[in-house]
């Protein structure tokens, strides 16, 4: 058994990062500022995509979305019913209703068949995630929403490095968002970023962003001179700071490299994991689908002498850390309570969120590293 415990979802953070966040604090400029401007111009070049905004979460970025596209109160949004709770709260707090469409057996993410199903007079927007790093049905959605006139955001929190035949998520959605949470592909500690193509947006987004005022800090107070603003609307504290930014620019330039790391470690978990009672997360068969390898999620087979639950305990006994992506937002007593949602409305998100947990999948993970959550796994169906 390891001697430490092995924290799931443990980012790596390089020197650089370390010398970059100094030089931050020895500028005297912390908060919004030039890095954070450095930070959404070369994402947005990473992504193909003119415009970004960094923002303080993927939380925030949702509802900014959500807010820029005209959704409020008394509207629907169609989100997948297995996702993070953020996804359909920043519906919440947008003023609009989450309809919950269940998933595909194949990919685990939103099924467009179920989205299309779902669809009412009330619709106004589809929030597909891109679930593990796994790139939704996107040709198919997009068809969907062009049908019936919806916007379609994109909820990227997983899928920084995700590809759908061959380009960026970003090309395919009206507002994509991502997340730099600390557990993400690209960490900035906290932290998100909205991308569109419509400037028009991306300028709305930057004021709703910053209380809604119409000169950031940078621009107030920065050698330039100062500035003054106006407050178009009451806004949000939703803004990246240039601490965050320090972090985030090192760990773009570090994602595809981190991302080859992640695909070994995937690939010997698959080798390994392969003849015991587990459904093997998805692997894309299309070679224009590309896979960010976010989260490594097995799912506890039917007829396994264990369950889901079972199992991470006994891997928590042997130090290794684990987590569960997710339950099924429906079985969360508010979603049930306040939208009447029941047990059996969803039985694909309800059976994967009931049978799936995650292991360590990280490039700072070491070969011994591996080696022991292979080892912890495997020993508990000897």
């Not at 303080?56 to 989100?79: N, R």
């Not at 395919?172 to 991502?178: A, R």
């Not at 264990?306 to 937002?329: K, P």
Request: proline share 4%; charged share 20%.
């Amino acid at each position: 058994m390891r001697s430490d415990f092995l924290v799931y979802g443990s980012p790596q953070i390089g020197q650089e990062e370390i010398d970059e966040v100094l030089d931050t604090i020895h500028s005297g400029w912390l908060g919004t500022g030039p890095k954070t401007q450095r930070f959404e111009k070369e994402f947005a070049t990473y992504q193909g995509i003119e415009n970004a905004v960094a923002v303080s979460s993927c939380t925030a970025a949702i509802h900014l979305a959500l807010l820029a596209a005209g959704v409020g109160k008394g509207d629907e949004v169609i989100i997948p019913a297995l996702t993070f709770c953020a996804t359909a709260n920043a519906v919440i707090h947008a003023g609009a209703r989450p309809v919950f469409a269940d998933i595909r057996e194949e990919d685990l993410t939103i099924d467009p068949f179920d989205v299309e199903r779902k669809i009412s007079s009330k619709t106004r927007a589809v929030i597909p995630v891109h679930l593990y790093g796994y790139p939704a049905d996107m040709a198919s959605l997009r068809s969907i929403a062009s049908k019936h006139n919806l916007h379609l955001i994109q909820d990227a929190a997983h899928a920084a490095e995700s590809e759908y035949r061959g380009k960026k998520m970003a090309t395919y959605g009206d507002i994509t968002t991502y997340s730099f949470y600390i557990t993400k592909n690209l960490t900035t500690v906290e932290g998100g970023m909205v991308v569109t193509s419509n400037r028009e947006w991306a300028d709305k987004i930057k004021v709703f962003a910053l209380h809604g005022m119409s000169q950031d800090a940078w621009s107030r107070y920065s050698d330039r001179g100062y500035k003054h603003y106006q407050v178009s609307m009451p806004g949000y504290k939703y803004n990246m700071t240039d601490i965050q930014a320090s972090f985030g620019l090192h760990q773009l330039n570090r994602l595809e490299t981190s991302l080859l790391r992640r695909d070994e470690i995937w690939n010997r978990y698959d080798e390994a994991f392969c003849t015991l009672p587990f459904i093997l997360p998805p692997s894309p068969s299309d070679s224009t689908i590309r896979h960010a390898k976010h989260i490594y999620a097995l799912r506890v087979a039917n007829g396994a002498s264990i369950s889901r639950d079972e199992c991470m305990e006994r891997l928590y006994s042997q130090n290794i850390g684990s987590a569960v992506h997710y339950t099924s937002l429906h079985l969360h007593p508010y979603y049930t309570d306040e939208f009447g949602y029941r047990k059996g409305d969803f039985p694909v998100a309800e059976n994967v969120g009931e049978t799936t947990f995650s292991l360590p999948l990280s490039a700072k993970l070491t070969d011994s590293d591996v080696n022991d959550v292979i080892q912890a796994v495997c020993g508990i169906f000897k």
